[in-house]
Nanobody, 124 residues
């Protein structure tokens, strides 16, 4: 089982910055995809950014140019640097990890893991 713990959320004024962190532990594969999703009240969870172990990244159009995802594969930690924050960025931000099973009989099954979420509020 993989566990993910996020931190770094809080209240920030429009135009400000925050950096989120996510520490992964447990049965980690040598290759995985870590990323960030967010969910506002009454809305579905939406994709923000992901980074594979090899460094390949994807970003949602809404955050491209403002957010930067990074990861430390030694520490099994992912980060999300958020700049030029807008009120529309207000949401609970969830860390995610996707990987195939680490046991022989689970190697063809992809598993999705989620952190508990951290609140980001952008308001003046």
């Amino acid at each position: 089982q993989v566990q993910l713990v996020e931190s770094g959320g809080g209240l920030v004024q429009p135009g400000g910055s925050l950096t989120l962190s996510c520490v992964a532990s447990g049965g980690l594969s040598d290759y995985n995809v870590m990323g960030w999703y967010r969910q506002a009240p009454g809305k579905q969870r939406e994709f923000v950014a992901t980074m594979e172990t090899n460094g390949d990244t994807e970003y949602a159009l809404a955050v491209k140019g403002r957010f930067t995802i990074s990861r430390d594969n030694v520490k099994n930690t992912a980060y999300l640097q958020m700049n030029s924050l807008k009120p529309g960025d207000t949401a609970v931000y969830y860390c995610s990890l996707k990987q195939y099973g680490t046991e022989y009989y689970t190697r063809d099954t992809q598993y999705d893991y989620w952190g508990q979420g951290t609140q980001v509020t952008v308001s003046s």
